[in-house]
């Protein structure tokens, strides 16, 4: 079957995109996505979360000719520095899967091999998004793409099937307004909002990690279990009674002196904020855009940015149905677009 592919010029690829808190593998097979996965892989408490997480990503590498590599992990307080980090991601990366089939995507320059990506680290450090942008340029044309993961959301101007991006590095695209630095769950509330309105009165918050936005979205029932894969802040069980207490915790409260109404409220107002927050970068990133352009949305927090699309007054399109995809939910392809984009890239490059 192998040898049958590459006579169809079809390899098998399988996209790598190495977060700091999650691994998402990609597996392209005739030339359309089979497989995509997320594994949680907290990598601030060290190399061995990411070789368990290979481990379990495995299954996915099986015959593939080829490996796409992206990351972003490179900035864990793990590493000393963002090319400390690139390398060290590498050396990873080539303990699981063989380095003379290994591309890994760099911006602006494209797919290197791992010995040239170590020589010019920040090229390679946090490129996912360009991957994603890139691939979806091509089938959007012109659109506003919105990635919103679990700790960033990037906003990307996509425009004449090209990416029409300001900024390059994490720095210059936090001052454009391309990566806004809240997400769907592993932010923390305080620093979403510092305040919060509680029986009429807008009470000053805790400023502790007594909770994160994954409580916030438990309890607005809008959290696909899918996307829940880390510890919660207090070790504590993912029911909707523990995030309420959670949250209580941060007002000086505890869960049994509101009702859940209540609470829901309260939690609407944090997600609230956050879509506020997103809609002023995503107004900024847009201005250039025909008004009927439509924003593209992936990423685990795809209910939050199909919202945003509703603030902006633009078509929402889930990324998820610009991929060319079988055997494999749009839900996984979409949190794991990256990855995704990385692969099929490289088949078209091949």
Not at 88 to 109: F, G, K, Q
Not at 160 to 168: I, Y
Not at 215 to 222: A, P, Q
């Amino acid at each position: 079957m192998k040898a049958k592919r590459r006579r169809e010029g079809k390899p098998v690829v399988v996209g790598l995109d190495v977060g700091g808190a999650h691994l998402k593998a990609a597996r392209v097979e005739a030339g359309e996505i089979v497989a995509a996965m997320t594994v949680a892989m907290p990598l601030w408490h060290g190399m061995g979360r990411l070789h368990a997480a290979f481990g379990r990503a495995s299954s996915l590498f099986a015959g593939a000719d080829r490996f796409a590599v992206t990351m972003t992990g490179e900035l864990s307080d793990l590493f000393a520095d963002r090319a400390a980090g690139v390398r060290a991601l590498l050396d990873a990366v080539a303990s699981h899967v063989p380095s003379a089939a290994t591309s890994v995507y760099a911006v602006p320059s494209g797919f290197c091999d791992p010995a040239a990506a170590a020589a010019r680290p920040l090229e390679v450090a946090s490129a996912n998004w360009h991957a994603t942008a890139a691939f979806l340029a091509r089938r959007a044309g012109e659109a506003l793409f919105v990635d919103m993961g679990s700790t960033t959301t990037d906003l990307v101007a996509l425009h004449d099937g090209k990416v029409a991006n300001r900024g390059f590095t994490d720095a210059e695209r936090l001052a454009s307004g391309e990566l806004v630095y809240t997400g769907f769950t592993r932010t923390v509330p305080f620093a979403v909002a510092q305040e919060a309105p509680v029986d009429g009165v807008l009470t000053p918050l805790m400023n502790e990690f007594f909770a994160s936005m994954a409580d916030v979205h438990r309890i607005l029932g809008v959290l696909d279990i899918a996307d829940d894969r880390q510890a919660t802040a207090d070790g504590r069980d993912s029911s909707v009674a523990a995030s309420t207490a959670r949250l209580a915790r941060m007002l000086g409260r505890d869960a049994a002196e509101l009702d859940a109404e209540a609470w829901r409220a309260v939690a609407r107002w944090f997600s609230e904020r956050q879509l506020r927050a997103l809609h002023d970068a995503a107004v900024g990133v847009a201005s250039a855009l025909a008004s009927a352009a439509p924003l593209v949305g992936a990423g685990s927090g795809r209910w939050q940015v199909e919202r945003l699309a509703a603030r902006l007054e633009r078509p929402f399109v889930d990324a998820a149905t610009l991929f060319p995809a079988r055997l494999t939910s749009p839900a996984e392809v979409s949190s794991a677009a990256p990855a995704c984009a990385a692969a099929l890239l490289l088949l078209d490059a091949a």
